[in-house]
């Protein structure tokens, strides 16, 4: 019995970290969640996928195995003494147990005895009389469903484990063991759908995932075991019609609805599954789990970042890899991997109204604190919500020969963030960082044309010195042209570090800033005394803001447009266009790709189970709890009265009661009893106690 409470407290402290640790996620989630020292623990412990571990099996089996044979041993006993009355009992027994009492009657030894078992009758007692020499002895009991509750509760044990066993990996790692099966593991050889990473249709207990697209059908279920990938077939197959997400007024979802056909032979059957209304079919239950991308056909306007110009359009499908264009990939070739279209995305934009902060990395100064929680910081709740839809999300890779990938996350429409329409432009090298986000200012049209014309004039040398040219003579007195070629030199130099076509003082080609603020800091710091760095970045800096919105307006005229106006949004503009083209430089692509068009293809993604340890389990959670409730709320009594003739004329009664809890309730019972079934009671007694008022009167 200690072995089983033992594996018993071992299953339930295993389950507790089953509940808090999120089951079979990818490896990386672990690693951003814990740090890599412990999901590499957690790995190599299993508790990532608790419930199907070798270890967590074995204890579960162990379990079966040890209350069962503690039930068996114990059932023959418990069966026997429900059946008994203990009337065989020694009448020197009875002065033994504590609770005790003897007295005298003036009736008959029968008519007492007949008296006795009304009584005992009324008051729900179920008893037996055995005739001895020199008298009578009526044994009776109650509450011994008490004893019910033990084999209750066991049994109880030994279902939820069996239901759980059942339901768990146990089945399916027999069926890989017997039929030779192996897990899939995504390789370059793989194939999922090998016979070796198949199940057989009538397997009896399994868990796993079905994702259909809109207008699609499928009938294989993907299980996800610890070592890889099995592919379940069903005996059905399911096709998706449509695909909703309905929203609360505050933006939310508030639920998601897949309008389905179950294709079943020749039986179509329409059907609607719900978050938690799930559709049942052949035994098999189908859950409405989440919702993907189910191949959207996506347009994307793209722009050579290096010189601001125009790329060619490029069409594809999401889910979909394909080259990327030659202009576009720089010096080695990368492949374009659409991830993921999110058409609709709810964000706390009450939390981006902090002012833009810089981060370690010069093209993450885009996230300042306020987008860090924008993006995603679901904890910080010190200011009230401010939800709106934001618009459509395209996920995207760029992959270069050596298989490393570099994941980007841009916005299709502008932002409103600290008062300016911005485009965010995310990307990461890795799942285990977060984004950093470059923001490139909307222009007059809410387009990023604006902002790309400045690049490109920002890498044009002639641009750039007439740029120069009209911030001098604005700002430069007429009395002081003395000063204007020295000045115009400066103003040039100073773009020219910006855009990266100046090598900074003190910096070889090896280690230079390409570009931007870290240019013009770098150049500062490699040919400007330290005692005089302050002045001098203070005096550069008014300069390159101020020939840089010079820069705006060259870039327009080429473009045939007027001036940009002088007004807030002009300034908003500008300041902004100026951070963002510093953080350009170090974004990780050579290309910029914004979605244009779109064409929304929805996959819900099921979760299908066929539990047949389900019922099991559900009746072992009866079971528990009315064992539970037997042994805690029903007291087990037993009670024994010896009535005989009494030396003096009439008959003399001894009774004793026990129980399986001795409490007060069991005292003011037996006191009771010895009030209504012993008229003269001569002694009396019960524990912390030897006699009674009436037995004293009497003597």
């Avoid at 399911?238 to 939310?252: Q, T």
């Avoid at 618009?391 to 429409?413: H, I, S, T």
């Amino acid at each position: 019995m200690r072995f089983a409470i033992a594996l018993l407290c071992v299953i339930c402290i295993a389950a507790i970290v089953g509940t808090v640790v999120e089951q079979r996620q990818p490896q990386i989630a672990y690693v951003n969640q814990f740090g890599p020292f412990w999901a590499e623990v957690f790995g190599k412990l299993g508790l990532h996928a608790v419930y199907g571990t070798w270890w967590f099996l074995v204890i579960m089996a162990f379990l079966v195995l040890s209350t069962s044979l503690c039930i068996a041993r114990n059932t023959p006993k418990i069966l026997h003494d429900l059946r008994t009355f203990k009337e065989t009992l020694q009448l020197h027994s009875l002065k033994v147990i504590p609770h005790r009492a003897e007295g005298r009657s003036d009736e008959t030894p029968a008519a007492a005895t007949s008296r006795v078992e009304a009584a005992l009758a009324a008051a729900g007692w179920r008893m037996k009389a055995q005739q001895r020499e020199g008298g009578t002895l009526v044994a009776a009991k109650k509450g011994a469903r008490n004893r019910i509750g033990y084999l209750l509760a066991h049994s109880a044990i030994v279902l939820i484990c069996l239901g759980g066993l059942v339901d768990g990996d146990l089945v399916i790692r027999l069926q890989m063991w017997a039929q030779g099966l192996r897990p899939y593991v995504p390789g370059p050889q793989a194939d999922l759908s090998s016979p070796e990473h198949r199940l057989g249709v009538g397997n009896p207990a399994f868990r796993g995932n079905l994702q259909v697209a809109e207008g699609q059908r499928n009938g294989y279920a993907v299980l996800n075991l610890t070592d890889g990938l099995l592919l379940q077939p069903l005996p059905f197959e399911i096709e998706l019609k449509s695909f909703r997400v309905e929203f609360h007024d505050a933006g939310p979802p508030k639920r998601f609805v897949s309008e389905v056909v179950v294709h079943d032979g020749e039986q179509r059957i329409p059907a609607t599954i719900i978050v938690n209304k799930p559709l049942i079919h052949r035994g098999i239950a189908i859950y409405q789990s989440d919702f993907s991308d189910g191949g959207s056909q996506v347009r994307l306007r793209s722009w050579l970042l290096a010189t601001g110009t125009p790329g060619p359009e490029i069409a594809g499908t999401v889910g979909d890899s394909q080259p990327l264009p030659a202009p576009l990939s720089g010096e080695q070739p990368l492949a374009l991997e659409l991830d993921d279209l999110r058409e609709i995305n709810v964000e706390d934009l009450g939390a981006a109204e902090d002012p833009q902060q810089a981060a370690s990395h010069p093209a993450a100064a885009a996230s300042a604190s306020g987008l860090a929680r924008l993006l995603g910081a679901a904890d910080k709740t010190d200011k009230p919500r401010n939800m709106h839809n934001v618009g459509p999300v395209l996920v995207y890779k760029l992959r270069d020969q050596a298989n490393q990938a570099r994941e980007f996350r841009n916005y299709m429409l502008p932002i409103e963030l600290d008062g300016q329409r911005v485009f965010l432009l995310g990307q990461r090298n890795s799942p285990s960082e977060d984004f950093s986000y470059l923001r490139i200012p909307a222009d007059e049209n809410g387009s990023m044309e604006g902002w790309m014309r400045l690049r490109a004039a920002l890498v044009d040398p002639q641009a750039r010195a007439l740029a120069a040219q009209r911030y001098v003579q604005r700002a430069l007195p007429g009395t002081r042209a003395d000063l204007a070629p020295r000045m115009v030199q400066t103003a040039e130099r100073v773009l020219g570090l910006f855009a990266g076509a100046v090598l900074p003082r003190g910096a070889r080609e090896g280690n230079r800033a390409p570009g931007g603020l870290a240019a013009i800091s770098q150049d500062i710091e490699g040919g400007v005394p330290e005692g005089q760095r302050e002045s001098t970045a203070n005096a550069l800096m008014p300069m390159l803001r101020g020939a840089l919105f010079e820069l705006v307006d060259v870039s327009r005229e080429h473009a045939g447009l007027p001036a940009q106006k002088q007004d807030d949004a002009g300034l908003a503009f500008n300041t902004q266009a100026l951070l963002s083209l510093s953080d350009s430089f170090f974004y990780g692509s050579p290309a910029v790709l914004a979605m244009s068009d779109f064409r929304k293809v929805q996959a819900s993604v099921f979760q299908v189970a066929r539990a047949p340890g389900q019922s099991v389990v559900y009746l072992g959670a009866l079971l528990l709890a009315a064992g539970v409730f037997c042994m805690l709320f029903v007291r087990e009594r037993r009670l024994w009265i010896w009535v005989a003739p009494h030396p003096d004329a009439g008959a003399r009664i001894t009774m004793a009661l026990t129980s399986n809890r001795q409490t007060l309730e069991v005292d003011r019972e037996f006191e009771g009893l010895v009030r209504g079934l012993v008229p003269v009671v001569q002694t009396l007694h019960t524990p912390g106690s030897t006699t009674h008022p009436q037995a004293a009167e009497a003597a």
